[in-house]
């Protein structure tokens, strides 16, 4: 099997349906267009058809039937990270893959791959312990896990991977299997960031960490005083301690005045964390301020991201350093036709040694440039917004792999070894190439 997409035999198809539980959409059926259709609804999704595996079992007579057959799977729980790599595929949807179990003593959780991090969250909370959420709690915690993963508390706790323990998989034969660091070093090594080119994760087990006191929210002013935010920005992240994050974002929205916020969280009290960002309270009084102690469930509400699908371009780079120069350079221009230009802080964990396939990240800052595409001509600019503000900062070579874009490659996020390593661990464990990734190590 090649990564060409060839035509399916319909009829081998249509015979799924006798071999699975979930729903088998084929072109044609009710509901077929919507059961295809990506989060990211400016990303155009060819497939040959959809499952929605109701368990593992489905998943695993599903990639036996692929294998024999001679067809590719595509799996994605929600498609935030689509990239319309799925032509000729059958699109494996895994959001019925929902059981979630905590065990507060072991601080651990074995989350379904089709459970979303919110979903983690308030689950943990109870226990005084928190998983390790991105800005959105919509977005699927396997999803992002697989992907490395950039995490609210990944200063304090490192990339969402490094806290994977075990993953249960469906490997590319069609055969169930738990995927450990002592079975499987160089498997368990590549799901832990290396993305879904590799098996099919049914769930992943976690490490829990403690977060008895939660404080965060967001302080949102005018535009204009974008420049003396950023100062006080710089400032406080120049020597936080790790238990602090804090996000700097530049806001335009359709029909609103040009804004500028800082989001934080803060692993700790609230007495500590107001001593942290005194900078901010130097500041011109702010149009709004939602600080408060809040439990780790409401995390995803600090930045208010649309939990409905949507259209977006993003792009995504790590900054190297966030000096005068650069702070000048990201003010120079008002962001339009950018909705958002965020700046989030790293370091920490992050920086410290890590066994996954992009390994510490030394960068200070990961930038994140989103606008909304349309007319060809709207998509240009936002494109091209994006490119001039890529081209005129201190970007690194490599980028997050969960901060890709459509048009980029894995060869953006991976250092050429690590590369390496995981196209030779895809070539062992599917051969056949039957598992298509958004971000293929093999393209
Ligand atoms: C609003 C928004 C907020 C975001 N916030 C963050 C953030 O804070 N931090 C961060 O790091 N990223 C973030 N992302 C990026 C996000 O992590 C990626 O889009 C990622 O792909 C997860 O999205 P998803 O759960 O919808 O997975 P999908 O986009 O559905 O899947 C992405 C890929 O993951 C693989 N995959 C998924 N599930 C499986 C499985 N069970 N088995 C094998 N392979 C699988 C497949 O290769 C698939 O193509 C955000 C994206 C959006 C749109």
New binding site residues.
């Given amino acids: 099997m090649s990564t060409a997409s060839q035509p399916i035999d319909p009829n081998a198809l249509r015979d799924l349906r006798s071999r699975l539980r979930g729903r088998v959409l084929l072109p044609g059926d009710t509901g077929f267009d919507t059961a295809r259709r990506?989060?990211?609804l400016a990303v155009e999704q060819p497939v040959a058809a959809v499952v929605e595996a109701a368990d593992t079992a489905d998943v695993a007579a599903l990639v036996s039937h692929a294998a024999a057959t001679g067809y590719g799977i595509?799996?994605?729980?929600?498609?935030?990270?689509?990239t319309g790599r799925t032509a000729g595929t059958v699109l494996l949807r895994?959001r019925r893959l929902d059981t979630l179990d905590i065990d507060p003593a072991a601080r651990r959780a074995r989350i379904g791959?089709g459970v979303a991090s919110g979903r983690v969250q308030a689950a943990a909370a109870p226990h005084g312990l928190t998983g390790l959420p991105?800005?959105?709690p919509v977005?699927?915690v396997?999803?992002?896990a697989?992907?490395?993963?950039?995490?609210w508390f990944g200063r304090a706790h490192g990339w969402?991977a490094d806290s994977v323990t075990a993953l249960d998989v469906v490997d590319a034969g069609g055969r169930e299997r738990h995927v450990t660091a002592t079975d499987d070093p160089d498997l368990f090594w590549a799901l832990r960031g290396g993305?879904?080119?590799y098996?099919?994760?049914?769930a992943v087990e976690l490490a829990l960490h403690p977060a008895p006191v939660l404080y965060g929210g967001r302080v949102l002013w005018r535009a204009e005083h974008a420049p003396a935010v950023l100062d006080a920005f710089r400032r406080i992240t120049a020597d936080a301690p790790d238990a602090l994050t804090c996000w700097f974002e530049l806001l335009h929205f359709p029909g609103a005045d040009p804004m500028v916020a800082v989001d934080v969280t803060h692993l700790g009290d609230e007495r500590e964390a107001r001593a942290l960002l005194a900078p901010l309270d130097r500041l011109p009084a702010p149009l709004g301020d939602s600080r408060r102690i809040m439990p780790v469930s409401e995390v995803g509400t600090i930045t208010a991201?649309?939990t409905d699908p949507g259209p977006?371009l993003s792009r995504g780079e790590l900054l190297t350093e966030l000096d005068d120069t650069a702070a000048k350079t990201l003010l120079a221009d008002p962001i339009a036709p950018l909705l958002s230009v965020q700046l989030r802080h790293l370091g920490g964990a992050f920086a410290h040694p890590s066994d996954s396939p992009h390994g510490p990240l030394a960068e200070p800052y990961a930038l994140y440039l989103f606008g909304i595409p349309g007319t060809p001509e709207r998509t240009e600019a936002v494109a091209a917004r994006q490119r001039e503000l890529a081209d005129t900062l201190p970007v690194g070579r490599r980028k997050?792999f969960?901060?890709l874009a459509p048009g980029e490659t894995a060869a953006d996020a991976f250092a050429p070894a690590a590369l390496e390593r995981l196209r030779a661990i895809k070539r062992h464990h599917d051969p056949g190439n039957v598992?298509r990734?958004?971000f293929p190590v093999l393209a």
């Fill in positions: 990506p989060w990211n595509s799996t994605q729980p929600n498609g935030h990270g689509a895994t791959a991105g800005s959105s977005v699927s396997t999803g992002v697989l992907g490395g993963g950039l995490s969402i993305g879904g080119d098996a099919v994760v049914t991201e649309p977006g997050p969960t901060f598992l990734s958004n």
